[in-house]
């Protein structure tokens, strides 16, 4: 093994996740309802991200103008236009953080992939990486599957 390559991992790793899957956990994976389920949840997921992330950014903003006193009738639109702002720069963030990059490599879960990890563990994943899930979880290969260059 060489320990400086990020897509390798012990064998005893492997060995793990291969008890942990199961050809039962395999099936199930290939079931229709759960992919809708599981884009479902990660559709939702990016949502409550964008509302938390983005709008909320905009919103602490207006919010916070208000308690301290800051925003008033005579300012409400110049206010309104410094959340709009700040929302636009949350919403690059967002987009800095959350959009995968040709640099990123490997799945959402690292060399075992989010199909080897039970339940609770890929609903984790997915809530932490949202649009992740629709970009680069990709369903498991199966073994007797030419690999074409």
């Given at each position: 093994?060489?320990?400086?390559?990020?897509?390798?991992f012990p064998p005893h790793i492997a060995l793990l996740v291969i008890l942990q899957d199961g050809e039962k956990e395999?099936?199930?994976?290939?079931?229709?309802?759960?992919?809708?389920?599981?884009?479902?949840?990660?559709?939702?997921?990016?949502?409550?991200?964008?509302?938390?992330?983005?709008?909320?950014?905009?919103?602490?903003?207006?919010?916070?103008?208000?308690?301290?006193?800051?925003?008033?009738?005579?300012?409400?639109?110049?206010?309104?236009?410094?959340?709009?702002?700040?929302?636009?720069?949350?919403?690059?963030?967002?987009?800095?953080?959350?959009?995968?990059?040709?640099?990123?490599?490997?799945?959402?879960?690292?060399?075992?992939?989010?199909?080897?990890?039970?339940?609770?563990?890929?609903?984790?994943?997915?809530?932490?990486?949202?649009?992740?899930?629709?970009?680069?979880?990709?369903?498991?290969?199966?073994?007797?599957?030419?690999?074409?260059?």
């Amino acid at each position: 093994l060489d320990p400086d390559d990020d897509k390798q991992f012990p064998p005893h790793i492997a060995l793990l996740v291969i008890l942990q899957d199961g050809e039962k956990e395999s099936r199930r994976l290939n079931n229709v309802l759960y992919s809708l389920a599981f884009s479902l949840f990660a559709l939702v997921a990016l949502l409550l991200r964008i509302v938390l992330e983005v709008i909320g950014g905009a919103g602490a903003i207006w919010g916070g103008a208000e308690c301290f006193g800051l925003r008033n009738p005579t300012n409400v639109e110049e206010w309104r236009w410094v959340s709009v702002a700040i929302g636009g720069l949350c919403f690059g963030r967002f987009i800095t953080l959350h959009i995968p990059q040709e640099e990123d490599e490997g799945d959402i879960l690292g060399p075992a992939g989010p199909w080897s990890l039970r339940l609770p563990v890929r609903l984790r994943a997915v809530c932490d990486h949202p649009f992740h899930y629709f970009v680069r979880a990709l369903p498991p290969s199966k073994p007797n599957a030419k690999k074409v260059d």
